[in-house]
């Protein structure tokens, strides 16, 4: 598909030596788009600068390749899993890998046409600028020099992204690699492959390629998923070596090197120094907002430790002209929370700070198989903003929708506050951990004590009614209840 700026008229490359726009946006995905639209919607003369494929990251390389491709082999795994049924067998196999990605592909290009390209004619007060180089911030006030043309807006929204980083690894620098990016677009599987990472997408294409037949080996320096609660990093591990994926957790490395046959690392685990070789090598040691070639120090505005735009609760900068959201403020990556920063980072520049942002019912899931899903805080989290903490943990083997779908992998964790029984935190592994975590959003967002959730009518097979049992076993052994949660 050809760039949009070459084939519509609402898309502008034209050399203009200075333009002054109400809003500049930098960035061209979901968090650009967000505050352009908003902007737009208010009267607003709106300049969106983009570099790359229109959309940004997520529809043409993260969440939407992923999670098509990680359906696929769960199509494939669970067919071949149907054994646990007694009387029953299932097979599949991948007749042509190949195929798969180029229809990966088709569904990214016709996501991305219909959700940023197909949208900019509903907006005429707003103009797209394909930018060949970055954008930078003159030091001149508020302008910005955009391949040569020097935009003097009103106000700024930053909304630029993030990029992989590299693990400190002697040698990392000499040897091929992958990132989620180009492993996706493998046309043939490797034999093995090593993923350096366990957070979301060393654990998400882990285990969609080990499901692939590829043999896979995990390797991270902490837990997998360090941000989830331990029982069900450990769980998670638990099913992943189940399915014969080699997962090296608190691994200290020494050095990796290009070999024959690919690549080798070595590493020290609690199980001693081991040597790991795999054919390709899949790089997920997370990522850093994309900050560096703004020049924003240009204009006074302040970097985290991480490198991200430093921004109070309206999305705005220390230079009070210019507002920030998403990854480029290294807090909350994902890209619901860099649509929902973008918005208000819209409203406020337009209309004044009036609207704060608040991650307090930020929900977040990993699209492992099961599911993790969580919400509020760890009980860990917690503790440190002074709660007497308590909390109740059930596994999936109590939980009837599980036990009738002889797939009882996984458990739910709540959080709650031990003197007014308010709920914290949810934290859930299961196989449709995703939709289940929006219910307890909503439980935390209305401020429910643990009775008031173990109270609520829940409908009979249903993973969700494992919320509610998980909320009686605050105060019961749920073992000793009968069907429906009574």
Known sequence: ???????????????????????????????????AITAAENGVKVVVAGQGTIGGTCVNVGCVPSKTMIRAMEAVHHAKNAERFDGVRGTSKIINWKELVAQKQNLVDELREAKYEDVLPSYPNITYVSMKNKARFTGNKTEVDIDGVLYHPKKIVIATGSSPTLPPIHGIQDVPMLDSTSALDLEALPRSLLVIGGGVIGVELGQMFARAGVDVTICCRSRLLPEAEPEVSKALADYLRAEGVTVFDGAVYQRIDKVNKGIELVCETPEGLVTIEADQLLVTAGRKPNTSALDVTNVGIKLLKNGGIKVNEYMQTSNLNIYATGDVTGNDMFVYMAAYGGKLAAKNAINGNRHKYSNAGMPSVVFSDPQTAMVGLTEAQAKTKNHEVKTSIITLEHVPRYIAARDTRGLIKLVADRETNMLLGAHILAPDGGELVQTMVLALKMGMTTEDLANTIFPYLTGVEGLKLAAQTFDKDVSTLSCCAG
């Not at 609402?10 to 960035?27: F, R, S």
Request: some cysteine.
């Open 1 to 35: 598909m050809s760039d949009c700026c070459s084939t519509n008229s609402y898309c502008t490359d034209k050399k203009k030596e200075v333009a002054h726009p109400d809003l500049l946006v930098i960035g061209g995905g979901s968090g650009g788009f967000s505050a």
